[in-house]
């Protein structure tokens, strides 16, 4: 097992465009989540899944955001019509069950021109 | 509401010294984890060192090692023996139980040679 994969690593995009990043899990793991880091600051939580479900969604995540994780494998994370706003690093973790430390993938750096 | 709060945003230690980053946390839960992870520049986020808030014992990992205070709602993170690879970004996180991590805006920690 490689650990947690997120595609792209980095993602240069026009104002108004949309984009999808997606995260490979560490396969055991049935807990999957997103977080927003920009720069200087600590992660916050976007959302996160329990196999195929989606259980909370944080209120940073406006209608332009939706995320999936079909079959409970990998997730996907769709911004819309993008804004420059929008810029920033993307982390996708994944944990074994409740109450573990979770294993973060590289990020994908998101930058809105 | 969790938070998370760093007041130390950045911190210098010549290496081979002691260091300690200092954290306070808030949560209502009565069951919670803390932890401390590091980045480093460009790289993906690593757990460092983990805490189960039901446990007096402090956690240690080798050259790391945690003061963790309930009453206080404090958790801070000792570094024995810096070494040049210790040079990060270290966040504090709390886990109140079945929720999600609330991570902290992180401490620069840079090793003077």
């Known amino acids: 097992d490689t650990g947690v994969s997120q595609d792209p690593r980095h993602k240069i995009t026009k104002r108004g465009q949309n984009v999808t990043f997606r995260c490979d899990p560490i396969?055991?793991?049935?807990?999957l989540y997103w977080y927003r880091q920009t720069l200087g600051q600590g992660p916050e939580f976007l959302t996160y899944?329990?196999?195929?479900?989606?259980?909370?969604k944080s209120r940073l995540l406006s209608d332009r955001f939706s995320a999936e994780r079909p079959k409970g494998s990998f997730s996907t994370l769709e911004i819309q019509r993008t804004e420059q706003g929008d810029s920033a690093m993307y982390l996708c973790?994944?944990?074994?069950?409740?109450?573990?430390?979770?294993?973060f993938g590289s990020g994908t750096r998101l930058t809105v021109v | 509401a969790q938070t998370v709060t760093q007041s130390q945003p950045e911190m210098s230690v010549q290496e081979a010294e002691t260091v300690t980053l200092s954290c306070t946390y808030d949560?209502?839960?009565?069951?919670?984890?803390l932890f401390w992870y590091k980045q480093p520049p460009s790289r993906q986020m690593i757990l460092v060192i983990r805490?189960?808030?039901?446990?007096?014992q402090n956690a240690t990992e080798n050259r790391f090692s945690v003061n963790f205070q309930k009453a206080a709602k404090s958790f801070s993170l000792k570094i024995s023996d810096s070494q040049l690879g210790d040079a990060a970004m270290y966040f504090c996180?709390?886990?109140?139980?079945?929720?999600?991590?609330?991570f902290g805006s992180g401490t620069r920690l840079s090793i003077r040679p």
């Open positions: 973790a994944s944990s074994p069950g409740m109450n573990y430390g979770y294993t």
């Open positions: 396969s055991e793991h049935n807990r």
């Open positions: 899944f329990q196999n195929e479900a989606q259980l909370e």
């Open positions: 949560t209502s839960e009565s069951d919670y984890y």
């Open positions: 805490q189960e808030a039901y446990k007096q």
């Open positions: 996180a709390c886990l109140p139980s079945a929720s999600k991590i609330i």
